[in-house]
């Protein structure tokens, strides 16, 4: 299992930002997919989960209204687009999922929210 995620970066508050995930190695489509975020000092926490045929998806109630994940199985990604972006956002997220009972975790990128 591999997950790459891409898009991070410096972003002003009320800022946008569209994170992706490359995900191989494994049957993309049959999983649902996750994105989580940790701020320093802080645990990880999960942002949004969509399941594997896109038909449901659930959100943090911190990011409800702005943030919606998607995924197109073709290409076996996933992203997190991200609106009205807060300092608090301020994270690196990771994409994820569990194959096998087993968690997998990309390399993470971070997203700045900063004047």
């Known amino acids: 299992v591999q997950l790459v995620e891409s898009g991070g970066g410096l972003v002003q508050p009320g800022g946008s930002l569209r994170l992706s995930c490359a995900a191989s190695?494994?049957?993309?489509?049959?999983?649902?997919m996750s994105w989580y975020r940790q701020a320093p000092g802080k645990e990880r926490e999960l942002v949004a989960v969509i399941t594997s045929f896109g038909g449901v998806t659930n959100y943090a109630d911190s990011v409800k209204g702005r943030f919606t994940i998607s995924r197109d199985n073709a290409k076996n990604t996933v992203t997190l687009q991200m609106y009205s972006l807060r300092p608090e956002d301020t994270a690196k997220y990771y994409c994820s999922t569990s194959v096998a009972s087993r968690i997998a975790w990309g390399q993470g990128t971070q997203v700045t929210v900063s004047s």
């Open positions: 190695g494994f049957a993309f489509r049959l999983y649902d």
